[in-house]
């Protein structure tokens, strides 16, 4: 069973440009998550996708985050116009459904802003 | 609010010693916890979970962890630690979504040969 695919792995880029970020959960998983990990912490949930639905996005900086996931499935986390303080690694992870008992997790996309 | 603390930020051990990270919780009602594992560049690997019944939990490559309900803890353990064990471990708390977890700052875990 393929895992949860992210990409791209890494990317660097100047503050204030724009930046995105994809996510390929496992197949048939309808719930869907995307965290931030700052270098030495553990990681902060973002939001949280049910099919194409938005559950919980209360930790998203919206001013500058936004993120979708249209047709239930994939999904991609935008951030513009970014910020020194947004380095770090984003990690996609999805469940069977919103009450399942084990999350998987993506490698990760580890962004640096310069 | 939920939170997680794990005192040690960094430990050290030798290969075939035994090894405890600690592990203390905060959160309002019957919790789900978690250990995950990371290894450099990768994602995070489920180790194990309680949720209930037996507070000693076993999980997989060797590792056990016991809820301590009286002291909101739930400590890592493994009797023999292997040089591939060299990680970062994250404790986690949450309800019954477990992707919806509050997650501790982690223990690097170093391997002496």
């Known amino acids: 069973e393929a895992g949860v695919a992210q990409s791209p792995r890494y990317k660097i880029i100047e503050k204030r440009q724009s930046v995105a970020f994809w996510c390929n959960p496992i197949?048939?998983?309808?719930?869907l998550y995307w965290y931030q990990q700052i270098l030495g912490q553990g990681p902060k949930l973002l939001i949280q996708?049910?099919?194409?639905?938005?559950?919980?996005d209360s930790q998203l900086p919206k001013d500058r985050f936004s993120a979708e996931r249209l047709k239930g499935v994939d999904s991609t986390l935008k951030i513009q116009p970014a910020k020194l303080e947004d380095s770090a690694v984003y990690l996609c992870a999805s469940s069977l459904d919103i009450a399942s008992s084990e999350a998987f997790f993506g490698q990760g996309t580890r962004l640096t802003v310069v | 609010a939920q939170s997680v603390t794990q005192p040690d930020i960094h430990i050290t051990v030798s290969e075939g010693a035994s090894l405890e990270l600690r592990c203390n919780y905060s959160y309002g009602a019957t919790p789900y916890l978690f250990w995950y594992v990371q290894s450099p560049g990768q994602g995070l690997q489920l180790l194990l979970k309680y949720f209930s019944g037996d507070t000693l939990v076993q999980g997989i490559k060797g590792f056990e962890a016991e809820f301590k309900r009286s002291q909101s803890s739930f400590n890592l353990r493994k009797p023999s630690v292997h040089w591939s064990d060299a990680a970062e471990y994250f404790c986690?708390?949450?309800?019954?979504?477990?992707?919806?977890?509050?997650f501790g700052d982690g223990t690097t875990l170093t391997v002496k040969p």
């Open positions: 986690a708390v949450g309800g019954a979504n477990a992707g919806k977890s509050t």
């Open positions: 996708f049910q099919n194409n639905g938005v559950v919980d």
């Open positions: 197949s048939g998983h309808a719930t």
